[in-house]
């Protein structure tokens, strides 16, 4: 039988992007193995869930037993692919591959490179060093955005380089919401009906950088509320600066939902003041509902809104003034806000599940038929 193996740093990131994946491998009949770490969650797809030990620092100790752990899971298993996700399980997957005589085809889906037009010269460094060790065993680089692609082909970070159009939205998980019942949850979160409520769903972190958001809503009317689901290690201190600025009645901090569609129902404009990006799935699911978004001006924002002209967007300096300025336009202009609305609904059937999955079981194909007996690959067979 055929074997693949999926590995992320989370089991939520599998959960939440690749499921489709792996069933259309086991319909195939491909055996499926998933080797991710974090908090455990059922992934009923997969034939085998392997908890692999990542840490997030990427010198931590545990890294260096993951990756022995992921060698000796390769060798025994003979996987005739490995497709590997987020930039440090991607790294330490290849890693483990790396000096292999006999080895799988492999293919490394970049979700938006840790560095770019706004990173520092050390984490250039370090994460670029990484790509390009790891370079000689990826047979196939998959990325999301022209700055990623661009950069992975100046740098030779992969023996094909393709850029792919997310890992696609999935219209079956979006369900309509009824306006009686996003009107009822408004009411619960203590929102009145008539007021504008921007949405930012996703973990606390530096990079997603909440705290912007929260200092745009001091600079906006008191009309303006704030939608903030999600955990992660910053959400208390956001709740601390809500209450510093004074806007904390104006803010829900609902922590970890299943129901984003309600969540999306609620909402009059979808926001993001994020660093770094690859192709955001939030701003896709965003555009299927046909609401306006409001972005900072990086990659994957600018590739979105750019082509979809279904945002605006606002420097990545001086954020939360810029944020501000521009929902302030769409308070003032409701034409505008109806406007982009309508582009995102019209521009993101290529962005979709049934439009995209097709294309990367196509380019998983070009790296090792999908239908063929299993192949382990040389080196030099692949050189």
Same mark, same amino acid.
């Given at each position: 039988?055929?074997?693949?193996?999926?590995?992320?740093?989370?089991?939520?990131?599998?959960?939440?992007?690749?499921?489709?994946?792996?069933?259309?491998?086991?319909?195939?009949?491909?055996?499926?193995?998933?080797?991710?770490?974090?908090?455990?969650?059922?992934?009923?797809?997969?034939?085998?869930?392997?908890?692999?030990?990542?840490?997030?620092?990427?010198?931590?100790?545990?890294?260096?037993?993951?990756?022995?752990?992921?060698?000796?899971?390769?060798?025994?298993?003979?996987?005739?692919?490995?497709?590997?996700?987020?930039?440090?399980?991607?790294?330490?997957?290849?890693?483990?591959?790396?000096?292999?005589?006999?080895?799988?085809?492999?293919?490394?889906?970049?979700?938006?490179?840790?560095?770019?037009?706004?990173?520092?010269?050390?984490?250039?460094?370090?994460?670029?060093?990484?790509?390009?060790?790891?370079?000689?065993?990826?047979?196939?680089?998959?990325?999301?955005?022209?700055?990623?692609?661009?950069?992975?082909?100046?740098?030779?970070?992969?023996?094909?380089?393709?850029?792919?159009?997310?890992?696609?939205?999935?219209?079956?998980?979006?369900?309509?919401?009824?306006?009686?019942?996003?009107?009822?949850?408004?009411?619960?979160?203590?929102?009145?009906?008539?007021?504008?409520?921007?949405?930012?769903?996703?973990?606390?972190?530096?990079?997603?950088?909440?705290?912007?958001?929260?200092?745009?809503?001091?600079?906006?009317?008191? +009309?303006?509320? =704030?939608?903030? #689901? %999600?955990?992660?290690?910053?959400?208390?201190?956001?709740? *601390?600066? $809500?209450? /510093?600025?004074?806007?904390?009645?104006?803010?829900?901090?609902?922590?970890?939902?299943?129901?984003?569609?309600?969540?999306?129902?609620?909402?009059?404009?979808?926001?993001?003041?994020?660093?770094?990006?690859?192709?955001?799935?939030?701003?896709?699911?965003?555009?299927?509902?046909?609401?306006?978004?409001?972005?900072?001006?990086?990659?994957?924002?600018?590739?979105?809104?750019?082509?979809?002209?279904?945002?605006?967007?606002?420097?990545?300096?001086?954020?939360?003034?810029?944020?501000?300025?521009?929902? +302030?336009?769409? =308070?003032?202009? #409701? %034409?505008?806000?109806?406007?982009?609305?309508?582009?995102? *609904?019209? $521009?993101? /059937?290529?962005?979709?599940?049934?439009?995209?999955?097709?294309?990367?079981?196509?380019?998983?194909?070009?790296?090792?038929?999908?239908?063929?007996?299993?192949?382990?690959?040389?080196?030099?067979?692949?050189?």
């Amino acid at each position: 039988m055929h074997r693949v193996l999926f590995t992320a740093s989370t089991y939520s990131h599998i959960v939440n992007f690749h499921r489709p994946y792996l069933q259309e491998f086991k319909r195939r009949g491909w055996g499926v193995d998933v080797g991710c770490g974090g908090r455990p969650m059922e992934i009923p797809e997969a034939d085998r869930v392997i908890h692999i030990p990542f840490e997030k620092k990427m010198t931590s100790s545990q890294n260096v037993r993951a990756t022995r752990l992921l060698r000796g899971l390769i060798r025994a298993n003979r996987y005739a692919l490995v497709s590997c996700h987020t930039a440090l399980a991607s790294f330490f997957t290849r890693a483990a591959i790396l000096g292999l005589r006999r080895r799988p085809a492999v293919a490394c889906t970049v979700h938006g490179y840790l560095f770019g037009e706004h990173s520092t010269p050390k984490e250039e460094l370090l994460l670029g060093t990484a790509e390009r060790l790891t370079a000689p065993v990826t047979d196939l680089l998959m990325t999301m955005n022209h700055w990623d692609t661009a950069y992975a082909k100046a740098h030779r970070y992969g023996r094909r380089i393709i850029e792919i159009p997310g890992m696609g939205v999935d219209p079956s998980h979006l369900p309509q919401v009824s306006l009686q019942e996003a009107a009822f949850f408004r009411t619960q979160l203590g929102f009145r009906q008539d007021q504008f409520l921007l949405l930012f769903g996703a973990e606390f972190s530096p990079r997603k950088n909440q705290a912007e958001l929260l200092r745009a809503l001091s600079f906006l009317p008191e +009309q303006v509320g =704030l939608l903030l #689901p %999600g955990d992660g290690a910053l959400r208390d201190t956001c709740i *601390q600066l $809500a209450r /510093t600025l004074g806007v904390e009645q104006r803010v829900a901090f609902p922590g970890h939902v299943d129901d984003m569609p309600l969540w999306y129902a609620m909402a009059d404009c979808v926001v993001s003041p994020s660093q770094s990006e690859g192709l955001p799935f939030h701003l896709m699911e965003a555009m299927y509902y046909g609401l306006p978004i409001v972005a900072s001006d990086i990659k994957g924002h600018a590739d979105l809104l750019g082509s979809s002209h279904a945002g605006l967007l606002f420097s990545p300096h001086g954020m939360a003034e810029g944020c501000a300025a521009q929902v +302030q336009r769409l =308070l003032a202009e #409701p %034409g505008l806000a109806r406007r982009l609305g309508q582009a995102g *609904q019209e $521009a993101i /059937t290529p962005y979709t599940l049934p439009q995209v999955l097709p294309q990367i079981m196509e380019l998983y194909h070009q790296v090792v038929p999908l239908d063929e007996p299993e192949k382990v690959y040389s080196l030099e067979q692949i050189s």
